[in-house]
């Protein structure tokens, strides 16, 4: 069984686009997070939620929109597309947040391309 | 404002060389450090947490330790294997200047081991 699955894998779209990316975790972890890597593969972080509850929401434009609408499950939505968010887009998940238990299980990424 | 920087961002050894791989941090208060490994096309494997109290983890051939003062960690690899080459980052757990919780990545060391 997949620990963290993203749907889809792959994504490409036009500009100006709104679309989704799905994210789901079976480990019964409290935490989510969303990520984005460039295309020089700087991983950072954009947002994270704790019990359903919004913990870090780095600057991002807010075009992009987390969505949680259980514990496990954090979808991000983003809104009128820019070629500047083509990237590779990883969701994760913790037992816990600045705990012990804070270990983060990666999904497969998703591929977005903006044309 | 949280930096973390890892050197060197390549490295390139013998199979079954010991080796190590350098973090730094430049704010000390952290609440944790992980290490992951990123393979090719492919999300992020959590290796090692070290929470602040901690000194060090080890897990098989991988010990990672942390000196919070002097802001450093390092991963030491055992015995390198060319399955273990992948690019290797950290990541330390902190509070921004503005209160929230902050994950900042490093831009990872690329790891070859050649056979």
């Known amino acids: 069984d997949t620990a963290v699955s993203q749907t889809p894998k792959y994504l490409v779209t036009q500009m100006g686009n709104d679309k989704s990316i799905k994210c789901e975790q079976n480990?019964?972890?409290?935490?989510m997070y969303w990520y984005k890597q460039d295309s020089k593969k700087f991983l950072k972080i954009m947002f994270s939620?704790?019990?359903?509850?919004?913990?870090i929401n780095e600057t991002v434009p807010n075009r992009f929109s987390p969505k949680s609408p259980d514990k496990a499950h954090l979808n991000l939505h983003i809104n009128s597309l820019e070629l500047g968010d083509s990237a590779v887009y990883f969701c994760?998940?913790?037992?816990?947040?600045?705990?012990?238990?804070?270990?983060?299980?990666f999904g497969p990424g998703t591929r977005l391309t903006v044309l | 404002k949280q930096e973390v920087t890892q050197i060197p961002a390549a490295l390139s050894v013998p199979e079954g060389e010991n080796l190590v791989l350098n973090c730094s941090f430049t704010?000390?208060?952290?609440?944790?450090l992980q290490w992951f490994r990123q393979d090719p096309g492919k999300g992020l494997t959590s290796l090692l947490l070290?929470?602040?109290?901690?000194r060090e983890q080890t897990s098989g051939r991988l010990n990672a330790s942390l000196d919070k003062s002097s802001g450093r960690s390092t991963l030491y690899i055992a015995a390198s294997q060319p399955g273990d080459s992948a690019t290797y980052l950290c990541?330390?757990?902190?509070?921004?200047?503005?209160?929230?919780?902050?994950?900042?990545f490093g831009k990872g060391t690329k790891l070859s081991v050649i056979p």
């Open positions: 994760a998940s913790s037992q816990d947040f600045g705990g012990a238990t804070d270990t983060q299980y």
């Open positions: 480990l019964g972890h409290d935490t």
């Open positions: 939620y704790n019990n359903k509850e919004l913990i």
């Open positions: 704010d000390s208060a952290i609440y944790n």
């Open positions: 070290i929470q602040s109290s901690q």
């Open positions: 990541a330390v757990l902190g509070l921004s200047g503005a209160g929230s919780y902050q994950l900042t």
